[in-house]
């Protein structure tokens, strides 16, 4: 079975930037898509961005248009997710997750994905 792993958060200044990355033990079959979510404390996890596999295509959250960026790099087996401008309310713990796409109303739902990784806290302090 496929595991993912997060790396890259950090405690960042209001503004500041950050490369959050997504490793998979294995090669992801090309119809799956990769997710980012996240989670502050005292809220439900809730969709950042998307990426399928196969060609590529994005999916973002309104909230993050613009600041966040989701690519891949199939070689490595990674997905990453940039993250500029950050403010205080992008403070929270980040997970990616996987599935198989089905829609695309469906990589917004948490529970849509099977396999989540451990997650990586990003802190952005003013």
């Known amino acids: 079975q496929v595991q993912l792993v997060e790396s890259g958060g950090g405690l960042v200044q209001t503004g500041g930037s950050l490369r959050l990355s997504c490793a998979a033990s294995r090669r992801t079959l090309s119809n799956y898509v990769i997710g980012w979510f996240r989670q502050a404390p005292g809220k439900e996890r809730e969709f950042v961005a998307a990426i399928k596999w196969s060609g590529g295509s994005t999916y973002y959250a309104d909230s993050v248009k613009g600041r966040f960026t989701i690519s891949r790099d199939n070689a490595k087996n990674t997905v990453y997710l940039q993250i500029t401008s950050l403010k205080p309310e992008d403070t929270a713990v980040y997970y990616c997750?996987?599935?198989?796409?089905?829609?695309?109303?469906?990589?917004?739902?948490?529970?849509?994905?099977?396999?989540w990784g451990q997650g990586t806290q990003v802190t952005v302090y003013s």
């Open positions: 997750g996987t599935t198989v796409y089905r829609e695309y109303g469906m990589v917004v739902i948490t529970s849509s994905y099977d396999l």
